[in-house]
């Protein structure tokens, strides 16, 4: 639930918004979550790279790249958020 909070209330830019090619710009420490992102997104057959660099170790901000084969590359990254989304809050407590 702690990474559904962080992945809300972070900042994003889009650098490169294409239909099969997509950059996005997170602003503060986004390794855990991007990881999580990264990886949800290769599970989609029609993600042909996804990953991210954190360009400089002084400055506290990631991009993410997603390239897709198909799809809606916008779209793709949606449906990884989502996903991430519901995986998390089905290990919420009850």
């Given amino acids: 639930m702690f990474d559904v909070i962080i992945l809300i209330l972070m900042e994003l830019e889009i ?3 294409e239909k099969n090619f997509l950059e996005v710009k997170f602003k503060g420490d986004a390794h855990s979550i991007l990881n999580i992102l990264k990886k949800k997104l290769l599970e ?4 042909s790279f996804s990953g991210y ?3 400089h170790p002084l400055i506290n901000e990631s ?3 997603v390239k897709t ?3 809606d590359a916008r779209k ?3 449906d990884a958020i ?3 989304v519901k995986d998390l809050e089905s ?3 009850k």
Avoid: Q
């Fill in 63 to 65: 991009i993410l790249v």
């Fill in 91 to 93: 290990l919420k407590v």
């Fill in 82 to 84: 989502n996903s991430v």
């Fill in 44 to 47: 989609d057959d029609s993600v």
């Fill in 15 to 17: 650098v490169t918004d």
């Fill in 69 to 71: 084969d198909k799809k």
């Fill in 53 to 55: 660099n954190k360009p």
């Fill in 76 to 78: 793709v990254l949606n």
